[in-house]
């Protein structure tokens, strides 16, 4: 008994040359050593057992990514800057054509006008303060007084007039932007147009891929395109042939909203001196 009693140490130390034991104390769950060491406390061991519980009754739960992690991209949609398929038109019919906003003719109006305007105002608040009115309204008022109504300078005057109202006319019910081919639409909040000269040179690239054009031009309007090309080898009608079903496929490709009708002219070059 006293070799055993010797073999240990104090109270509460192991045998000699050891730390001390592990003693775990009731209702606590954790050793000398863990409360030594900062393991964890009683609570965190709870913490963690009803979590494991309620993993095995409901599986994993679900945290999200990782942090520092790439977010799941976002299903394709109307808004996606992924892929982008545009809506197909719902009109009928072709598209109207673009509208000038026709700001020089409207500014010079504007401004002749309003010179007008403001000069009579000037006079006649000045003809109203007691001052004579200004000579070229005296004048003025004494020509139209003496002449007669078919006068030269007045018929002059008048055929002026009524062509520059004649031409603001015009200009107010025209749309303009002639040289503005309107294109295809393809969604219903996108208008498109494309140049006429554009349209020309890319028509003129497709006839020059043609076997046997040596030279093409090409002038594009918008019901009607004129294509004069000169053949420099083989039979002038396969070039043509070729050249036809080349500028068809060029104009399906411009997405255009009036397909216009090609005139096309196949010729061979002129011969030197």
């Given at each position: 008994?006293?070799?055993?009693?010797?073999?240990?140490?104090?109270?509460?130390?192991?045998?000699?040359?050891?730390?001390?034991?592990?003693?775990?104390?009731?209702?606590?769950?954790?050793?000398?050593?863990e409360?030594?060491?900062?393991?964890?406390?009683?609570?965190?061991?709870?913490?963690?057992?009803?979590?494991?519980?309620?993993?095995?009754?409901?599986?994993?739960?679900?945290?999200?990514?990782?942090?520092?992690?790439?977010?799941?991209?976002?299903?394709?949609?109307?808004?996606?800057?992924?892929?982008?398929?545009?809506?197909?038109?719902?009109?009928?019919?072709?598209?109207?054509?673009?509208?000038s906003?026709?700001?020089?003719?409207?500014?010079?109006v504007?401004?002749?006008?309003?010179?007008?305007?403001?000069?009579?105002?000037?006079?006649?608040?000045?003809v109203?303060?007691?001052?004579?009115?200004?000579?070229?309204?005296?004048?003025?008022?004494?020509?139209?007084?003496?002449?007669?109504?078919?006068?030269?300078w007045?018929?002059?005057?008048?055929?002026?007039?009524?062509?520059?109202?004649l031409?603001?006319?015009?200009?107010?019910?025209?749309?303009?932007?002639?040289?503005?081919?309107?294109?295809?639409?393809?969604?219903?909040?996108?208008r498109?147009?494309l140049?006429?000269?554009?349209?020309a040179?890319?028509l003129?690239?497709?006839?020059?891929?043609?076997?046997?054009?040596?030279?093409?031009?090409?002038?594009?309007?918008?019901?009607?395109?004129?294509?004069?090309a000169?053949?420099?080898?083989?039979?002038?009608?396969?070039?043509?042939a070729?050249?036809?079903?080349?500028?068809?496929?060029?104009?399906?490709?411009?997405?255009?909203?009036?397909?216009?009708?090609?005139?096309?002219?196949?010729?061979?070059?002129?011969?030197?001196?």
């Amino acid at each position: 008994m006293s070799d055993r009693l010797s073999e240990r140490g104090p109270t509460g130390q192991g045998p000699r040359g050891q730390g001390p034991t592990e003693r775990a104390q009731p209702g606590h769950g954790q050793t000398e050593r863990e409360r030594a060491e900062g393991g964890p406390t009683a609570a965190e061991e709870a913490v963690r057992e009803e979590g494991a519980r309620e993993e095995a009754a409901n599986g994993p739960a679900d945290h999200g990514p990782a942090p520092g992690a790439d977010a799941p991209l976002p299903p394709y949609g109307p808004g996606s800057a992924t892929r982008h398929d545009p809506a197909p038109g719902t009109g009928r019919g072709r598209p109207p054509r673009f509208w000038s906003a026709r700001r020089i003719p409207a500014a010079l109006v504007a401004l002749v006008v309003l010179g007008a305007a403001g000069l009579l105002l000037y006079d006649v608040a000045a003809v109203r303060a007691g001052r004579p009115a200004m000579y070229w309204r005296r004048e003025l008022a004494t020509q139209l007084a003496q002449q007669r109504l078919d006068g030269a300078w007045l018929l002059t005057a008048a055929a002026v007039a009524m062509a520059l109202g004649l031409w603001l006319l015009v200009l107010a019910l025209t749309p303009g932007l002639r040289g503005l081919l309107p294109m295809r639409r393809e969604a219903a909040h996108v208008r498109a147009g494309l140049d006429r000269d554009a349209a020309a040179l890319i028509l003129r690239d497709r006839a020059m891929e043609v076997s046997g054009v040596r030279s093409a031009r090409v002038r594009v309007r918008r019901r009607r395109v004129t294509v004069r090309a000169d053949a420099h080898f083989r039979e002038l009608g396969a070039v043509r042939a070729d050249l036809a079903e080349a500028l068809d496929i060029g104009l399906d490709e411009l997405g255009l909203a009036r397909t216009p009708a090609v005139r096309l002219r196949v010729r061979r070059p002129p011969k030197k001196g």
